[in-house]
Structures are given as structure tokens and as C-alpha cells.
């Protein structure tokens, strides 16, 4: 075949069109090639010893080319049900290099094994305010320590559970519905945007919860946020 | 252990790639391999591409090599005696001859300058097991000749091909006057 040397040269200047190209003046690059072909691996997949390679090639070093199970970096012994597929955000569509190879059907690529999901955090602590009910300054005591012993202390992370309680306090509502919506994520930062809040493309009902809860709370916000204030420039 | 080289040659052809290799296995021949462009004959070109690139950008000192003027499948690699080795001051020439199925099997390697050591026979084969059966697709044209440079410092004198070499081998002062004696680079 003349597939010669003389390719080389000629296929070098197309190589930057391509983004997933390998290249070795691009150190970052390297560290997410295919220990088998070199390139940028496809169908990503990582064994226990922490190599990565594409799910084709690795499989066809187990079970067409190898002896034995063996990492081809460390000679780890590999054992199938423990790789783990790295899903990153780019698109599943199948490479047009891809490495099928003629008579051989190169299966799935493992799933990940995915533990439950965490619980949401500080659940219990509100949970315990939304049942009792509470003096308006007495209340936000307790909730404002669980908020700064639970959350990192960033700013936006503060104020949406903040708010969660107002809310909650006025409207009786459970929290979130029945805490299947995967915990305070979803709620937009209300805080900052109560006046506009609509613009976040809130669904229309919990909007309305928080417009009743917030207008109501009013002067309780205020006096929330001057607290706040207190607390972070202190 | 001279005929494992040729004994692998053989296995390279013997499941899943009837398609893709379209001769015989040549027993470390230089005739081009008429390969039908594939999927597969792609990826290998990649990947001997890449390690190419790698080779030139790498400044490793006592190795090189570089593909054969129209075959990337056969390349020409040259390392040299490290020192404080009897092997010290020689250079060697060698081939590598790339699989289709390259580099889940090995390429075949061999000396092409004479070299007069315990694993090597007097035909140029080596015998190294990481080109036979430990060997590993995350092995490339680098890690190769850097094994077969160490190789010559550190023969494996129990199992040797070259059974006067490893018989003076303890004799490092008679060794080394033999390699001077022995050695003929080519040109």
C-alpha cells in the first residue's frame, strides 16, 4: 500500500481543523489519549488502576489480542464489571474513526455503577422549623446557624436557603412538594430577583408560591437582609 | 527460544483480520505490505503517525528511528551502546516491521547490524520477551528501543541464542575487545 511516509507531512497542516486531534505540542491534550491508539479516546473508559483508554481499543486488547486481563500500562489485573465509562459532555455520535473492526461485534460500553442519590442536604433541619413553627426573630437563629454549618459559605448559596425558610414559614407548604425535585438546586436564586423573578423561567406555580410568600414576609426580609449584611461585613 | 520471532509472525494472522491482511506474513521481509485501505489499516497509520511526531519532538539521546522511504509500516531504528557498557561508543541499526493489527501485536524487530550479544543471534533476532508474549499494546517505537538499548547492558544470559557471547559475557575486558573485533556498522 502506498500508504507512504510521504502522507505524513501532507496530513500534518489538516490536523488543527480537528479539535479532538492529538497533537504533541499540546501537553493538556495527552492526558486524555487512548493508551492503545494514542489518540483522543473515544467511548472513554478508565480501569481501576487509572488508565484510560478507548472502550474499542480495550476491548480488543482483553478479548481478541491479550493472554491474560492486563492493564497494557501497568499489568493491573482488569476485571470488567469494575471499569468505569467517563461521560463528559460531548456527544455520543460515533466517531467517523471509528475502530470497528470486520467480524469482530464490539459490545456496549460498560455503564457507570451509580450509588443512590445523596440526600438533600440540610432536610432535617428545615423540616423540624416548617413543623413547629417559630417566633419570627426566634426562628431564624436556629436556621441561619444550620445554614452556615451546612452550606459553604458562598453568598448565593446563603441566600436561597434563607429564603426557603421565610417561605416555607408563610405559605406551610412541604418544601418543594414531596422533596422529589431533587433538593434547592432548582430554585433560581429568588433573592436576589424577587421583583422579576418570572424573567428565570421559574415554573409558573412556584413562582406564585414565592410571590405570596415574599410579599408577605416583606419586612421580614428586609430585616433578614440587613441581618445578613450585619454578618458578612461584620 | 531463536524461532519464537518466527512462530509470532505466524499467530499475527491467525483470527478476526482475514479482510485486512491481504498476504502472507513475511517474516520480517521489507517488501511493502499491500494493504486495502480500511478502518482498521487507518488506525494503525495513526497511531504510527502519532508516535512519529512523538519520536521527533522527543530529543531522546541514544535512540531514533525513523519510517522507511515509502512504507510506514517499516521503520529503520538505530540506538546506540550506552555507556559504561562494553557496548559503549557502537551503534546499531535495526528494523521494525508493523502488524495491520499493530499495536495489539508486536512489530518484529531485528538487528541489522551485527551485534554480538547473549540475546541476539547471528541473524539479528532478539530475544526479548516484551516483543513476544509480554508484550503490550501500550508499547511503542520508544519504549521499544529503549528496552533493547537496556538490553544490551543487561543480557539474559540463562536463556541465551548466542551461547559464546553469554559464555563471556563474566569476562567483561574479553567482551568488549570481541565487540570492537565484531563490530561493523553499516553504512
Known sequence: ??????????????????????????????????????????????????????????????????????????????????????YGRGKNSTDPRSKSVPGVEIPNRPAGQRPETAPPPDRNAFAQHGQHGFGLMGGFGPAMTASFGNFTLSFGGLIPSFFNVQMHAFTGHPMYGNGAAPAPAPAPAPGFSYGGHHAHGAPQQRAHQHETGFSAASPLLIIGLLFLWALIWN | MATMNNQDSNNNNNNNNRQVTAGPPMNASKQPLPTPKTVDTQSVLKRLQSELMALMMSGDSGISAFPEEDNIFCWKGTISGSKDTVFEGTEYKLSLSFPNDYPFKPPKVKFETGCFHPNVDV?????????????????????????????????????????????????????????????????
Not at chain 1, 487512548?34 to 481501576?48: E, G, H, S, Y
Not at chain 2, 520477551?129 to 503490550?136: N, P, V
Not at chain 2, 508499547?139 to 528501543?145: A, G, K, S
Not at chain 2, 536463556?159 to 556498522?185: C, D, I
Open chain 2, 123 to 187: 541473524f539479528g533476532n532478539i530475544c526479548l520477551d516484551i516483543l513476544q508474549d509480554k508484550w503490550s499494546s501500550a508499547y511503542d517505537v520508544r519504549t521499544i528501543l529503549i528496552s533493547i538499548q537496556s538490553l544490551l547492558g543487561e543480557p539474559n544470559t540463562s536463556s541465551p541464542l548466542n551461547t559464546q557471547a553469554a559464555a563471556l559475557w563474566g569476562n567483561q575486558e574479553e567482551y568488549r575487545k570481541m565487540v570492537e573485533k565484531l563490530y561493523k556498522p553499516v553504512a
Open chain 1, 1 to 86: 500500500m502506498p500508504a507512504g511516509f510521504g502522507e505524513v507531512p501532507s496530513r500534518s497542516p489538516q490536523r488543527p481543523s480537528c479539535s479532538s486531534d492529538n497533537n504533541p505540542n499540546n501537553g493538556d491534550a495527552g492526558n486524555f489519549e487512548c493508551n492503545i491508539c494514542f489518540d483522543l479516546a473515544q467511548d472513554p473508559i478508565v480501569t481501576l488502576c487509572g488508565h484510560l483508554f478507548c472502550w474499542p481499543c480495550l476491548y480488543k486488547w482483553l478479548h481478541i489480542h491479550s493472554h491474560s486481563q492486563e492493564c497494557p500500562v501497568c499489568k493491573a489485573l482488569i476485571e470488567e464489571e469494575k471499569l468505569v465509562p467517563l
